[in-house]
């Protein structure tokens, strides 16, 4: 964790269980980063096998801290994992997949170009520029597939 960030952020470290009885990584509930470049392209990090949904592609993200929004843990995550400049993004939305208790928000962000970006954690095996056409083509963490539509009609 970059220490830019301060301890307290990782407050919110933890499993917890959705109304719906989803096990989940976030105890204040998640958010991720879903950066958009012309191409048009997105940001997508491949999980490390023994991660939740491992060998999944999904977003840079994780847990909000208590006093966290979506936002700052999104851009915070991104950083950590991608080594991701944030300065020049424009954040233009959010969608929250709401399960009951505990939700997963997805930051929607563009930037002018493909920034650079390299895999900064044990988390990640890869993470790289994918063309929005190719997405599907890959395997997708569940709840990134589940919410891809929605997020792709947004971009």
Avoid: I, K
């Avoid at 970059?2 to 407050?11: E, H, T």
């Avoid at 989803?22 to 991720?32: E, K, P, Q, V």
């Avoid at 995550?77 to 020049?88: F, P, V």
């Amino acid at each position: 964790m970059s220490a830019s960030f301060g301890p307290l952020l990782r407050n919110g470290d933890g499993w917890t269980r959705c109304s719906l009885g989803h096990r989940h990584w976030g105890l204040h509930g998640a958010a991720g980063l879903l950066l958009a470049a012309p191409g048009p392209a997105v940001l997508l990090q491949h999980r490390a096998a023994w991660s939740h949904h491992g060998d999944t592609w999904g977003l840079p993200g994780g847990a909000l801290g208590r006093n966290e929004d979506a936002v700052a843990a999104a851009l915070r995550e991104a950083t950590e994992e991608t080594g991701l400049d944030t300065s020049s993004l424009v954040v233009v939305g959010e969608l929250v997949d709401d399960h009951g208790g505990w939700a997963y928000t997805t930051v929607l962000a563009t930037a002018d170009a493909e920034l650079a970006v390299h895999a900064l954690d044990r988390e990640s095996t890869d993470v790289r520029w994918v063309h929005v056409d190719g997405v599907v083509t890959l395997p997708l963490h569940p709840g990134f597939a589940g919410t891809w539509p929605e997020l792709r009609s947004r971009l």
